[in-house]
């Protein structure tokens, strides 16, 4: 073999492999790289829908019924009572298109100004109900608890004696119940010295009749109870 024909073979691949180490790790690493580069592209896409979403959802605003005044329990909601409101995510509210569903009704509890309206919150049940009636009572702030009554309030009402004397010493200490856990309805003006407080209960009808007897004498007395001690 001649001396071009060697310097020829020394030039081959084979050759020039068997002469040096090939530095592979840039081999290695490329395909790690790219499968890291490909993974972080596929969260910025997920991750950029997913807030696309949210802001597409958070700009799909329903008009609702919120409470404009404040309306007392077992007091009947009017269509001054209540205001529209643009909100999203307020689930089991009352849409403004139906407020036709509501005017007219009952409120179950204390409806305060500014609240999303919802059906838990009103009732078709009238007031009174069955077998129920509503007495008004005018009462000294001494013949009521000095912290007053609010509608929703459970109270029993008792016969007061006749006169300065306080009456027989049996009235005094086994004073007649005229009503057992009546409910308060509605109360106007504030307990307090000088003042004077209409109180309107509903009571078992059976009941209704003394009780505003005694009223007019001016001869009434509530205590509030515990709603559960009444059902123990």
Do not use: C, H, W
């Not at 490909?38 to 829908?49: D, K």
């Not at 929703?152 to 005094?172: F, R």
């Not at 004073?175 to 308060?184: D, F, K, M, R």
């Amino acid at each position: 073999m001649d001396r071009k024909s060697a310097k020829r073979g020394s030039d081959s691949p084979a050759s020039i492999l068997a002469g040096r180490r090939v530095d592979d790790r840039s081999l290695r690493t490329r395909p790690k790289r790219t499968g890291l580069l490909v993974a972080a592209a596929l969260m910025v896409v997920v991750f950029g829908l997913g807030f696309a979403l949210l802001l597409s959802q958070a700009g799909e605003k329903t008009s609702v019924l919120t409470i404009r005044e404040p309306v007392s329990k077992g007091q009947v909601v009017e269509r001054e009572n209540l205001a529209p409101k643009q909100v999203s995510g307020a689930a089991g509210a009352i849409e403004t298109a139906d407020a036709g569903t509501v005017i007219g009704k009952t409120a179950a509890v204390d409806l305060v100004a500014g609240q999303i309206l919802n059906r838990d919150m009103i009732t078709g049940d009238p007031i009174p109900g069955k077998g129920k009636a509503t007495v008004g009572l005018s009462l000294d702030p001494s013949r009521v608890p000095s912290a007053g009554l609010k509608p929703g309030s459970v109270v029993n009402v008792v016969a007061v004696p006749d006169g300065e004397s306080g009456g027989p010493e049996d009235a005094l200490n086994t004073p007649p119940l005229l009503a057992e856990a009546a409910e308060v309805y509605s109360v106007d003006g504030a307990a307090k010295e000088g003042g004077g407080l209409l109180v309107t209960l509903i009571v078992d009808a059976s009941e209704s009749a003394r009780l505003a007897a005694y009223s007019t004498s001016n001869r009434v007395a509530v205590v509030e109870t515990s709603a559960s001690d009444e059902a123990q």
